[in-house]
């Protein structure tokens, strides 16, 4: 038998079963991403990045008008009503200006 490597936006997870242990590809979780091959686990988005959709390669960053101080999150907080943000990938409210 040939072992190949999990790609990217997966991880190599151990799975049993009645004929013993192995290991098989898992997409990485929401909010979570994975860049390398063969890798053992994902990596939680960093703030100001999110990700929706399992199996990442790469979070995305927060977009304008937005921001996320917490790590591994889903989606993006809005800036204050009439606030935005000078760039992506804010993260922290206060990065959020007035218009």
């Known amino acids: 038998d040939k072992c190949d490597w999990c790609s990217a936006g997966l991880y190599s997870f151990p799975y049993t079963d009645n004929e013993g242990t192995t290991r098989i590809c898992v997409a990485c979780p929401a909010g979570q991403s994975q ?4 890798q053992t686990e994902c990596e939680a988005c960093e703030a100001g990045r999110y990700m929706k959709s399992t199996g990442a390669q790469e979070c995305t960053l927060c977009p304008a008008g937005t921001y996320q101080n917490d790590e591994g999150s ?8 009439g606030h935005v943000t000078l760039f992506l990938g804010a993260e922290s409210s206060a990065e959020c200006v007035c218009q």
């Open 35 to 38: 860049s390398n091959l063969g």
């Open 74 to 81: 889903l989606s993006c907080q809005d800036c204050p009503e």
